[in-house]
C-alpha cells in the first residue's frame, strides 16, 4: 500500500469508524466501505476509460461520499482532480476545462444540464460504481501533483495553481499541530470542492488522521446549528458571513454544544460583536490566513488570543518559513507593511502550463503572496491588504482592508468595500460601498463612526449604500465591478 492512501490506511486501522457522513443525503461510508469505493472507482476510470496516472479529471458536483472516493482513488493511482466551479459560466468552465486538457469530465446529476454544455468524455457516478474484479494503483512521488486548484481571476484568465502530495501531507502536518487534530475529531464541512478551502481547511487533515466527516453541501444555518448538536462536532471552518448568519438563527440562542472546541475562520477579520456573542456560547473563535498555492493553512491565531489580539492571524504554522519585505527586497521592521513572502515543503511547484505566472510568483524559493502585512512587537501579524488595493492619497498609503474592517464594526453592517477613486487635490480617495442589515442606519451616521476611528486621511471621501455588493464567482466581493460601475455613474 502507498504511503500517501491515507484512506486504505484508516481502513486497515479503524475499518468500522464511520469516515464520512453525507447529512443531505442521509449516505454514509466506514474507513472500511470509502477504501473499498475508492478502489472500484479507480479500477473503472483505468480499466473502463483508459484514465491513468497524470491524467485530469475535472469534476462537477458538490461535496459527497463519491467524491471523497474519487480523492481516495486519486491518492491511489496518481490521478489529478480538477474541481470545477459550478457557479461559473460555461464558457469559464469550457476555459478550465479545456487549459487543464482534462481526459473526462465526472458529474452530478445536479449539474446535467452545465454537463450538455462541455465537449468532454462524460462520466455520471454511478458509471463507477459498477463492482470489479480489476484493480488499479501506481507508484507515486510526493512532487506528483493531486489538484489543480483554479484560482478566481479576477484579473484576466484564472490560474491552475498545482497541488501535490507533498502539499498536501505538510498542509495535513502543519494543520494538526496547531489544531490539536486527532481521530476523535468531527467536523461539518459546509465549504464548496472548488477552492482549497472546502479540501485541505479541513477535510484532507481530518482524512489524515482518521477523523469523521459530515458533509453539509447546502449551507442552512438554522439546520447547520442543529446538526452541530447532534453530530457532537468538535472544530468547525466557516468564513465570517456564515457566521454570522448562524447568529442570526433562532436556534442560536438554545445553542448548547459543549464538544465545539472553536470555530475556525478565514477570510476577513470578524467583527468584535461575532467573537463576544460566541464567547457568551462559550465557543471561541480562530482565525488564520491561508491561500491555494501555499498549504493553504499557513498561520493561526489561538483562541486565547482573540480578543486581546483582535484582527490578528497569529504566527506560522510549524513547518512554514515566512518574512515581510519592502519594495527593496529588505526585511521589515516591526509595525512596518511589506509584502509577506512564504517558503516551505507547503509552497506549490507553479501553475499549470504558465511558466510567466510561476516566475512572478516565486522567486529563489519564497511564494510572494501580494498581501501586504506587518508583524507587532510580539510579533503577532496582521493583514493591512493587497498590494493591488492599497492606494495612495496625499502621499499617505491607504489599506482598505483597515478602512472596511471599521465599517464593519459599526453594528447593522452587512458588508463594505473601499476603492480607490480620482481626486483632483489628493489624487486618489476612498469611496466606500456597504450594504446593510438595519436600513435605518445614513451614510453619515458611517461617515461619523469612520472619524472616530480612523485618521483624518484614511477617511474616504465617498460613501455609498447599496442592497447588495456584487460578488465575484468565487463568492468575493467584486471590487472591480463596483469601481467601474461608480465611475461610469459620476
Known sequence: MSQFDWIGKWANYSPEKVAIN????????????????????????YHKYGIKKGDRIAVLSPFSVNLIALFGAAQKAGFILVPLNFRLTASEQAYQLNNCEAGVLI?????????????????????LET?????????????????????????????GALYTHKMLFWNSLNTALRLDLN????TINCMPPFHTGGWNVLITPLLHVGGTIHLMSKFDPDQLLTEIESTKTTLL?????????????????????????YHIVGGETLPLESVENWAKKNIPVRQGYGLTEVGPNITSLHQSDNIRKRGSIGFLNFYVEGKIVN????????????????????VTPGYWHNDEATRKSIVDGWFKTGDLVYRDEEGYIYV?????????????????????????EFKGVKEAAVVAIPDEKWGESGAAFISLEDTSISTDTIREHCRKHLAKFKNPKVFQILEDLPKNTAG??????ILNTYLSNN
Open 22 to 45: 453525507d447529512i443531505i443525503t442521509g449516505e454514509s461510508a466506514t474507513y472500511s466501505k470509502l477504501n473499498h469505493r475508492a478502489e472500484t472507482i479507480a479500477a473503472n476510470l
Open 107 to 127: 458529474y452530478d446529476h445536479e449539474f446535467d444540464e452545465a454537463a450538455d454544455l462541455l465537449e468532454v468524455q462524460k462520466i455520471k457516478w454511478e458509471d
Open 131 to 159: 463492482e470489479t474484479s480489476e484493480s488499479y494503483s501506481e507508484d507515486l512521488t510526493e512532487d506528483d501533483t493531486l489538484f489543480i486548484l483554479y484560482t478566481s481571476g479576477t484579473t484576466g484568465f484564472p490560474k
Open 183 to 186: 481521530s476523535n475529531d468531527i
Open 237 to 261: 471552518m466557516v468564513v465570517p458571513t456564515m457566521l454570522k448568519m448562524m447568529e442570526g438563527s433562532a436556534n442560536f440562542e438554545t445553542l448548547n454544544a459543549p464538544n465545539l472546541r
Open 327 to 346: 519594495d527593496k527586497g529588505e526585511e521589515c521592521a516591526p509595525n512596518e507593511v511589506g509584502e509577506f513572502q512564504l517558503k516551505g515543503p507547503n
Open 384 to 408: 493591512k491588504g493587497r498590494i493591488k488595493d492599497m492606494f495612495i492619497s496625499g502621499g499617505e498609503n491607504i489599506y482598505p482592508s483597515e478602512i472596511e474592517r471599521v465599517i464593519r
Open 476 to 481: 468575493k466581493i467584486d471590487k472591480k465591478l
